[in-house]
């Protein structure tokens, strides 16, 4: 693994960086994508996003069976980036290691988005497990009024990004409502292998963070104000109600911020985690806001990458 941090004028300059840095650990970048084992990935940047497509293979300069959806990070009319931004990026790629990249931006002092990848360990599910996500999908609209951060807000078994035109947040962090989530998967369950880019209940959709909701609702611990890191777990719906788990991230977990100094890393045995807000921390407002209202905060919903040893 390595963690990679620095500054960054610009999204080309982003962009350049995060390659660099994949092709010096062996990643190969040839026509504009970069690919490694069943990774194929492609960047693009713009003045105001940089996107990330994944593909199932490389034809030339093009991706082989492209996901119908980028995901990106991007300037937003009503927050927009106040360059430059602060950028770390996560890299597990070595032998034996689960294929997992995270890339965090950090700007306007606590505004926080995120571009991931990574390649499911799970066995048998078809396809070739590779999965991405990011803040938004590639087609939300930054100049939107409704781009901002939604979410499920409900105390009980609802939670998750419900994204209309706003912030999908990524890590599969998703709500079935909503449209424009910024988290897909290449699986073959439910029929022929393809990309998973539909929430619902259907046999062969995603089903978001609904089944981590009691346990995210009932953190920080009231007895010692202990922070505990869950599983992020990639379900799906499948036949006669039965529901698999086609992912499970092995170096990210979610994780509520409260009373945590995001600069400190959380040790728990031989392992180290820092601690990101999923885009900014409310504490006043710590299960953020619902549809139509929405924030430019994600209340204290937060994700953990693990750091080192």
């Known amino acids: 693994m390595a963690v990679v941090s620095g500054t960054a004028a ?3 300059a ?11 650990r062996s990643w190969t970048l040839a026509s504009g994508i970069l690919s490694q084992g069943a990774a194929f990935v492609q960047f693009t940047a713009s003045a105001t996003e ?6 199932t293979g490389q034809a030339g300069a093009a991706l082989v069976d492209p996901c119908p959806h980028a995901v990106k990070m991007m300037s937003v009319a009503s927050a927009p980036i106040v360059w430059p931004l602060e950028y770390t990026l996560h890299v597990f790629d070595a032998a034996g290691e689960a294929t997992e990249i995270y890339l965090v931006a950090r700007y306007n002092v606590d505004r926080h ?46 939670l998750g990004a419900v994204p209309h035109d706003g ?19 290449h699986c073959g369950l439910e029929g022929a292998p393809a990309w998973r880019t539909t929430y619902g209940g259907s046999a062969g959709n995603l089903l978001g963070v609904a089944h981590k909701a009691g346990l995210l609702h009932a953190l920080p611990s009231q007895f010692n104000q202990a922070t ?40 728990y045995g ?3 985690w820092r601690v990101y807000p999923l885009h900014a921390v ?28």
């Open 10 to 12: 610009s999204f080309a």
């Open 14 to 24: 982003l962009k350049a960086a995060v390659e660099a840095a994949l092709v010096a």
């Open 50 to 55: 940089l996107r990330l497509l994944a593909g």
């Open 113 to 158: 988005q995120h571009l991931n990848l990574g390649i499911s360990t799970m066995p048998q599910i078809g396809g070739t497990g590779l999965w991405c996500s990011g803040s938004f999908r590639g087609d939300a609209n930054g100049a939107s009024s409704r781009c901002t951060v939604y979410l499920a807000t409900s105390n009980g078994s609802d």
């Open 167 to 185: 912030f999908g947040l990524g890590f599969f962090f998703a709500s079935i409502a909503g449209t424009y989530h910024s988290s897909f998967i």
């Open 228 to 267: 505990v890191l869950l599983p992020i777990d990639v379900l799906m719906a499948r036949q006669a109600q039965g529901q698999t788990i086609v992912a499970t991230l092995a170096h990210a977990r979610y994780c509520r911020l409260d009373h945590l100094d995001l600069t400190v890393p959380l040790v």
């Open 270 to 272: 031989g392992d180290r």
């Open 282 to 309: 409310n504490a006043s407002q710590r299960n953020g806001s619902g549809w139509a209202v929405g924030a430019q905060h994600s209340g204290t919903f937060g994700v953990a990458l693990r750091e080192g040893a």
